[in-house]
């Protein structure tokens, strides 16, 4: 309800609009994290021709057309975007996707709605001392194993539970950005 709330304030309320904005000019400015390469020769002085080679590919990556798996977003659309959605919704998610099917570079990002991570899922404790809470797969220890995104197509589901398809998608794939307000949260 709290995030449903801000996002309808974010579509509807200029000052809102307006702090969202700021969020995205000051945090990540108008180019956004860049890539500054450090690398260094035998003598320990800096080898400019190998870090002007890896900053001119790290532009090329940084394209809508390599960065997002979808082709959309550049690198630092997908940056303002992470921190409207830390700032509006009070977090972000980003799956890594490697192989083929990430473009000609093998590794892209694809930015998801945490929404679609249902909250409202749960399982006790499961046999192997794993446990499910708001839509995320943890170990025994707290450890997250694996997000379950809603699908609404079934044959994307690997999952399903309580007459929902869920698309289980491996921990190591999320990047989840939250700010920890308390231990276990």
């Known amino acids: 309800a ?18 969202l904005r700021m969020v995205r000019q000051n ?3 108008p ?8 690398s260094r020769d035998d003598d320990k002085s800096l080898d400019t021709v190998a870090n002007d080679a ?7 990556w940084s394209r809508a057309a390599n960065c997002d798996v979808s082709g959309k977003r550049s690198w630092r659309m997908i940056q ?3 921190a409207t959605a830390a700032a509006r919704d009070g977090e972000f998610m980003i799956r ?11 590794y892209a990002l694809q930015v998801l709605d945490p929404q679609s991570c249902q909250v409202d899922y749960d399982e006790e404790q499961r046999r192997d001392g794993s446990f499910v809470r708001h839509g ?5 220890y707290g450890r997250p194993l694996a997000y379950l995104f809603t699908t609404t197509d079934e044959r994307e589901a690997d999952y399903v539970y309580g007459g929902r398809s869920f698309q289980r998608i491996p921990a190591r794939e ?12």
């Not at 890896?54 to 090329?60: K, V």
């Not at 890594?96 to 093998?106: H, K, M």
Request: aromatic residues 12%.
């Open 27 to 29: 945090i990540v400015g």
């Open 136 to 140: 995320v797969e943890f170990n025994q």
């Open 2 to 19: 709290l995030v449903a709330r801000s996002r309808e304030q974010a579509a509807n309320n200029d000052y809102m609009r307006g702090f």
């Open 31 to 38: 180019q956004g994290i860049r890539l500054q390469a450090q």
């Open 80 to 82: 303002g975007g992470a």
């Open 96 to 106: 890594e996707i490697w192989g083929a099917d990430a473009g000609p570079w093998g």
């Open 54 to 60: 890896i900053e001119a590919a790290w532009l090329e």
């Open 174 to 185: 999320i990047i989840h950005g939250f700010i920890e307000d308390f231990t276990g949260q």
